[in-house]
């Protein structure tokens, strides 16, 4: 994918990712895309040791820096044309002016298209990572919830319709994988939920092994589809009224 026009994007991942995370930093990774290396900088970002990259090929530049310790990594990548030396030399000044405050607090919907009320449901948010919300029995975070009920919310680009077919394909990740075996779907409906188009379904199965209940609800809201995914391995009926129940207060941000 080129691109001509001038781009930022921010990773941030968790201590676990962390840990493998270096590698995406490894100018290696660029070699089946044919960009080379043509500058390096080692820069301090508070007390984090970080190296400028820039690489490049006959369209796009690209200015990348990772920084961080055991508790996370960011990665911030710019993108420009090739040509655009005006722009290349702003971007690589402003990337020496960043300042990393881990005190200070994200709001974690910033970036979200829609708003959930988790009042009305015994699910409630928990954390966020990139274009996913997890939310839990009380709120509670974790690092993964083994046999307990808990929803996930995805933010994906949107598409023109939303049917049967785009759902499986986010289903698939499960199915392809073989975390989900002998599964049936129990129910699947075409609605509206607050004036949104939205496709949503009920699924049993064997979940990495553990009979489950999974509920799958794919909303369209302001150029973005929103994949609602809940899980329970026990009390069928009570679970899929709480993730009813959470469904329902969607609405634009």
Same mark, same amino acid.
């Given at each position: 994918m080129k691109y001509f026009g001038v781009r930022l994007l921010f990773f941030m991942?968790?201590?676990?990712?962390?840990?493998?995370?270096?590698?995406?930093? &490894? =100018?290696?990774?660029?070699? !089946?895309? @044919? /960009? !080379?290396?043509?500058? #390096?900088? #080692?820069?301090?970002?508070? @007390?984090?040791?970080?190296e400028v990259i820039l690489l490049t090929d006959a369209s796009q530049s690209i200015y990348?820096? /990772?920084? !961080? *310790?055991?508790?996370?990594?960011?990665?911030?990548?710019?993108?420009?044309?090739?040509? &655009?030396?005006?722009?290349?030399? @702003?971007? #690589? =000044?402003s990337l020496q002016t960043i300042y990393y405050d881990k005190s200070y607090a994200i709001d974690p919907f910033a970036t979200s298209a829609?708003?959930? *009320?988790?009042? #009305?449901?015994?699910?409630?948010?928990?954390?966020?990572? !990139?274009s996913t919300w997890i939310y839990s029995i009380g709120g509670v975070k974790k690092e993964s919830y083994d046999n307990e009920p808990n929803v996930e919310v995805i933010q994906l680009p949107d598409e023109d319709e939303i049917n049967k077919e785009f759902a499986d394909d986010c289903f698939n990740s499960f199915t392809s994988s073989e975390r989900l075996t002998e599964y049936k779907v129990l129910h699947e409906v075409n609605e509206k939920i607050n004036g949104f188009k939205a496709f949503g379904r009920s699924i049993v199965g064997k979940m990495d092994g553990k009979e489950a209940l999974i509920f799958q609800s794919l909303i369209k809201i302001s150029g973005n589809l929103i994949l609602i995914q809940g899980f329970t391995y026990d009390e069928y009926e009570k679970y899929s009224k709480e993730f009813k129940n959470l469904v329902s207060t969607i609405t634009k941000r």
């Open positions: 991942v968790s201590a676990v990712a962390s840990q493998t995370c270096t590698v995406c930093f &490894d =100018t290696v990774n660029f070699t !089946g895309s @044919e /960009l !080379g290396t043509l500058y #390096k900088q #080692k820069i301090n970002i508070n @007390e984090y040791s970080s990348q820096i /990772l920084f !961080g *310790d055991s508790t996370f990594v960011t990665k911030i990548t710019a993108i420009f044309p090739a040509n &655009d030396c005006i722009n290349g030399n @702003e971007i #690589k =000044t829609f708003i959930i *009320d988790d009042s #009305k449901s015994i699910f409630k948010f928990a954390f966020s990572s !990139g």
